[in-house]
């Protein structure tokens, strides 16, 4: 089956005002930025990251199929002089060109997501969901800042019918340069929190940074917006200082146009009854956790506003798993005596999402023998407040009848401080040391959950665990 035309090599060069390099196929059929992924057909970007400068693989791009690459102007002279080259002066500045057009020609139905938890669950179930209604594009992983936005956009083929676009930040004025390129019909804030509180000086600044989602939305534009959090009122005034009239509150207050009637949460779903717009719904969510239930909310709302059927869209979240390391559950074979069950909850962590994991690991049930075991890495960014957040987690441990935990780096010690003894099962500075006391401990009947926020590598334990308790082939994936 050939793959169709993303672009002309023409319509990216008007775009992004490029000079021509070399012999340039007409047909485009991706954009890439990593050339170990890229397929053959596409345009590579050599951006320059962090770590590594793109330019250092355009080599390795080409040869492996890459249509053309798109390098600096000031880069020119270390490619060959026929090297099919798209020629700017900045390459990620001409990516955001390349995006601006993407959006340009876009007629589909455009959403946003934001928020301080819950943004790539939401932005998944509402990919499933447009997907069973019309074709639809959507942001790979958590490709929610500076390049991931643009990127995302300048793949969107100009035929789809909805597009969603995850927007992430940890300093104010980033979500609106992005929103900017995005211009969504529909605005998600999934909810405000204490996170990234190392560069702001309170929740309240957290919340007006979200609301630069507002900043430009199309002429006619929803927002959606937690009813239950503290910060709505607020998001509220922002929303109509931007002039949006049309404001869908979502959540269990009786003032909620999406409103949750009730929620039956089982270890791994929830059975959920609701009321969008008057209308009542009932749906099994097949995520548990009550956070997913409320954001599933959010999502019902904004496929109605985006003119999707609502009843189709209720039965599709039966289908939607969670996204890696946000929930996937793994079985674990202990030798012969039986099995245990890996909740992976590693991608990322801060107090509100800790605190929703905890619960999540609370309603689930033990085998025979079995114990509830956290295993926690630190929470980041969370400046002077970060040693009470972390100890104050103490009181969901409790709360949920979780009978061990384990706790890594500087910040978790607060946390295991805090503990009861009965419930300190190990402390380390670090994941990779922490590895070994909680492969050690595992036996059958556990549940044992995961967390921490991505730069305490909490990774490293999951993949410790998968790899000295492999799942045969007919128990990978516990089944919701």
């Keep these: 089956m050939t793959t169709p035309c993303l672009w002309t090599s023409d319509a ?9 390099s070399g012999v340039l196929p007409d047909c485009i059929t991706g954009i890439s930025i990593d050339s170990r992924t890229l397929q053959p057909g596409e345009a590579y970007f050599a951006i320059k990251g962090d770590v590594h400068d793109g330019h250092a693989f355009v080599g390795a791009a080409l040869a492996a199929g890459a249509a053309l690459a798109v390098v600096a102007r000031d880069q020119r002279d270390q490619f060959a002089a026929d090297a099919p080259l798209l020629i700017v002066d ?7 060109d390349l ?5 340009a020609r876009l007629a589909g139905r455009v959403i946003a997501v934001t928020g301080s938890v819950g943004k790539t669950s939401t932005k998944e179930a509402l990919r499933a969901v447009f997907a069973a209604q019309g074709e639809t594009h959507a942001s790979v992983a958590s490709f929610n800042n500076h390049w991931g936005v643009p990127l995302t956009l300048a793949r969107c083929p100009a035929s789809a019918r909805y597009a969603v676009f995850e927007i992430g930040m940890n300093h104010a004025g980033e979500i609106e340069k992005l929103v900017e390129m995005v211009r969504p019909h529909v605005a998600i804030i999934t909810t405000v929190e204490p996170v990234h509180l190392e560069f702001f000086d309170s929740v309240e600044g957290i919340a007006d940074a979200k609301a630069e989602i507002f900043c430009a939305m199309e002429p006619g534009g929803a927002a959606v917006l937690n009813r239950d959090n503290p910060h709505f009122e607020r998001l509220c005034r922002r929303a109509r200082e931007r002039g949006i009239e049309r404001i869908v509150a979502f959540g269990s207050d009786a003032a909620a146009d999406a409103r949750l009637i009730d929620v039956a949460l089982h270890p791994d779903c929830s059975a959920v009854r609701a009321e969008i717009n008057g209308l009542p719904v ?10 997913q239930a409320m954001n599933s909310l959010a999502v019902l709302a904004a496929a109605e506003l985006a003119g999707a059927d609502l009843a189709l869209a209720a039965l599709t979240l039966s289908q939607v798993a969670p996204a890696s390391g946000r929930g996937v559950r793994k ?15 590693s991608y990322n962590a801060n107090p509100a999402s800790m605190a929703a994991a905890l619960s999540v690991l609370g309603a689930a049930t033990p085998g025979a023998h079995g114990r509830r075991i956290a295993v926690l890495g630190d929470m980041l960014e969370l400046g002077p407040s970060s040693p009470e957040l972390h100890s104050g987690l103490a009181a969901s441990v409790a709360a949920n009848a979780v009978d061990m935990v384990f706790c890594c780096g500087p910040m978790m010690r607060h946390l295991w401080d805090a503990l009861s003894p009965g419930r300190q099962a190990g402390y380390a500075d670090s994941s990779a040391a922490l590895e070994s006391q909680v492969v050690a401990a595992i036996r059958a009947g556990d549940v044992i959950m995961v967390k921490g926020s991505l730069g305490s590598r909490m990774k490293t334990i999951v993949a410790a665990l998968e790899k000295h308790y ?8 516990v089944a919701v």
């Design 99 to 103: 995006a601006r057009a993407a959006r």
């Design 331 to 345: 079985r674990l074979e202990i030798g012969s005596s039986g099995e245990a069950t890996l909740i992976d909850e």
């Design 470 to 477: 492999p799942s045969s082939a007919a128990s990978s994936d």
């Design 90 to 96: 900045d390459v990620l500045d001409g990516l955001r």
């Design 12 to 20: 990216m060069a008007t775009a992004m005002g490029a000079a021509r």
């Design 282 to 291: 009932t749906y099994k969510l097949a995520i548990p956790g009550r956070h």
